[in-house]
């Protein structure tokens, strides 16, 4: 009995630190190289090529946990949208997308249940959710490296009151990369929690592939080049060297 209830301990402790190490939202995904059905997860996918994507149900600002997830649907109630608390941070595979006049009837199944949720994407995007290949892609290209900040602030958040503030430093600062999870908003949903040369830490939220954002607000959505230089934009970069020209074969 002793070595049953053991197993069973270290049975469903495996199953939580699995769930956990899944969630972009609650813990620092673990690395692993990551792939879309396209390939490269930051290219853009459109609509028409979700069916097995998967999406993460974004975390909310304090004020705005109470509304939960508008645009979705629980099963077959057109009336009971899912609450943030019992979805924040899971996981849905999206199973279909049919397009219907002027939008798109997205069905996906949650991968922890097989529970069955929908939403509409009206103007090319589903609010709520953000794709777990942007998230893991960033993650696995950026965790511990360094980068240069091209703007003089990062934000910071209190999960406790919900209130926000600001980091200021310098233009083009040398900052590194400790987290990359989940944002607020499923248009900018890669969110780089970073440290800066005075220690202090804040965040920025960018688009990783554009995807699920429509094509008007993608052009301005904030970019990871529009954010970060990979290089220090403060020392020249090395000439490229050319073929001498050749002599002309009459001289």
Not at 217 to 237: G, I, L, V
Request: hydrophobic content about 35%; charged content about 25%; proline content about 4%.
């Amino acid at each position: 009995m002793r070595e049953l209830s053991l197993s069973l301990v270290i049975f469903l402790s495996f199953l939580v630190s699995t769930a956990l190490a899944e969630s972009p939202y609650l813990c620092s995904i673990s690395k692993s190289k990551v792939a879309t059905q396209n390939g490269d997860s930051s290219l853009f996918r459109p609509i028409s090529s979700w069916v097995g994507e998967r999406f993460v149900f974004l975390p909310k600002q304090k004020t705005l946990q109470k509304f939960g997830y508008q645009n979705f649907r629980v099963g077959d109630d057109l009336y009971k949208c899912p609450t943030y608390n019992k979805y924040v941070g899971r996981i849905a595979r999206v199973v279909s997308s049919k397009e219907v006049c002027n939008h798109c009837d997205v069905e996906l199944v949650m991968e922890d249940n097989g529970q069955r949720v929908s939403a509409t994407a009206r103007s090319g995007d589903i609010e709520g959710i953000a794709p777990v290949a942007d998230i893991r892609g960033a993650h696995d290209r950026w965790l511990g490296k360094s980068l240069w900040y091209t703007k003089t602030w990062i934000e910071k958040y209190d999960e406790d009151t919900g209130e926000t503030s600001s980091v200021h430093l310098k233009k083009n600062s040398r900052v590194k990369v400790i987290d990359i999870i989940a944002g607020w908003n499923h248009r900018t949903p890669v969110r780089f929690v970073l440290q800066t040369p005075a220690g202090e830490i804040g965040y920025v939220d960018i688009a990783w592939s554009g995807t699920n954002c429509c094509e008007y607000k993608r052009k301005y959505s904030n970019s990871f080049e529009a954010s970060f230089f990979t290089q220090d934009p403060t020392k020249p970069s090395k000439p490229s060297r050319k073929p001498c020209a050749q002599k002309s074969a009459s001289l």
